[in-house]
């Protein structure tokens, strides 16, 4: 079963706006991890938080890190049409090698 | 740098068929994996790797096989094809265990259509 699931499935924001998606996991991990596709792509490295981390930021990125609720969110500000992507949720346990994905998060940035 | 590079680019087989998807990386990642991806599924974990002469099983293994002979390369192999393997494939890669620091970088993946 995967570890990550991301909330909501979809979301459309008008651009400009803040976007926020959720990451809930159900083990102890090491790092926690956020990923972007676009349409028809491979997947690009966002930004990671490890587990004695609690917040982190990146450019328009927060990522922030609850261990205690098992969860995480990605907020990008300022939103822009070329954010438009399905945001994908990825954690490494603390048991073994293993990085697991959640289902994602599509975005829809509307102009 | 090419990254990680994934051959080929589309594919389709007839059910029972076998065929090799290859990986390559050229920035001497020790740690590879194999995912596939479905609609409405994410990236689900195939096999892995965290150096040569090294694999293991991931979330869904079950019609497929790996080696890794070098770092270099890591080719996920379909014994037997059947439909419910078509998916996007995808191969991805680190300099680190379980992605710590930098993250995975990951091929363009490789569409497979099984009939």
């Known amino acids: 079963s995967q570890q990550g699931e991301e909330d909501p499935q979809a979301l459309s924001i008008q651009e400009g706006e803040n976007a926020t998606m959720n990451c809930s996991y159900k083990?102890?991990?090491?790092?926690l991890q956020w990923y972007r596709q676009n349409s028809g792509r491979g997947l690009v490295h966002l930004i990671l938080?490890?587990?004695?981390?609690r917040e982190k930021h990146s450019g328009r990125l927060r990522v922030t890190l609850d261990t205690s609720k098992k969860s995480s969110s990605l907020l990008i500000t300022a939103s822009r049409a070329a954010d438009t992507a399905s945001y994908f949720c990825?954690?490494?346990?603390?048991?073994?090698?293993?990085?697991?994905f959640g289902k994602g998060t599509r975005l829809h940035i509307l102009p | 740098n090419a990254g990680v590079t994934q051959t080929p680019k589309f594919q389709v087989l007839k059910t029972g068929q076998s065929m090799t998807l290859q990986c390559a990386q050229d920035?001497?990642?020790?740690?590879m994996s194999w995912y596939r991806q479905d609609p409405g599924m994410g990236l689900r974990l195939i096999h892995y790797s965290v150096g040569a002469g090294i694999t293991d099983q991931g979330e869904v293994p079950n019609g497929y096989n790996v080696s890794r002979s070098t770092t270099e390369d890591f080719p996920l192999r379909l014994l037997s094809a059947a439909p419910s393997q078509t998916s996007v494939y995808f191969c991805?890669?680190?300099?680190?265990?379980?992605?710590?620091?930098?993250?995975?970088?990951f091929g363009s993946g490789t569409r497979l259509t099984v009939v």
């Open positions: 938080i490890r587990s004695n981390e």
């Open positions: 991805a890669s680190s300099s680190h265990r379980q992605g710590a620091v930098y993250g995975y970088t």
């Open positions: 920035m001497n990642h020790e740690y």
């Open positions: 083990t102890s991990i090491n790092n």
């Open positions: 990825a954690t490494a346990s603390n048991r073994d090698d293993k990085i697991i």
